[in-house]
Nanobody
Framework: QVQLVESGGGLVQAGGSLRLSCAVSGLTFSAWTMGWFRQAPGKEREFVAAISWRGGSTYYADSVKGRFTISRDNAKKTLYVQMNSLKPEDTAIYYC???????????????WGQGTQVTVSS
């Protein structure tokens, strides 16, 4: 069974930093793209960042480019996103996901974690 478990969320002040982790199991990592999405109350789930397990290429939404860094550790089977210079608009539930096709749409991802709450105070 595929499992994706996020951790590292919490409350942080604007301008602060946070690192989220996603522990992955039951997945052949070379065959899957990993991504981070977020969903704020009343908003649709939106793409944040993605990384190819096979190629190591990274991709970012314009809203987080330069502030967030996605990475992975194959030995630990863990996906990360380092979030710096956080803004109140970054407040959302953050989800990690595994997909094999496109990068930017939630429909491109087949497996999802339960999410971790990130709250950025002003």
């Amino acid at each position: 069974q595929v499992q994706l478990v996020e951790s590292g969320g919490g409350l942080v002040q604007a301008g602060g930093s946070l690192r989220l982790s996603c522990a992955v199991s039951g997945l052949t990592f070379s065959a899957w793209t990993m991504g981070w999405f977020r969903q704020a109350p009343g908003k649709e789930r939106e793409f944040v960042a993605a990384i190819s397990w096979r190629g190591g290429s990274t991709y970012y939404a314009d809203s987080v480019k330069g502030r967030f860094t996605i990475s992975r550790d194959n030995a630990k089977k863990t996906l990360y996103v380092q979030m710096n210079s956080l803004k109140p608009e970054d407040t959302a539930i953050y989800y990690c996901a595994a997909g094999g096709g496109g990068l930017y749409s939630s429909a491109d991802y087949a497996y999802w974690g339960q999410g971790t709450q990130v709250t950025v105070s002003s």
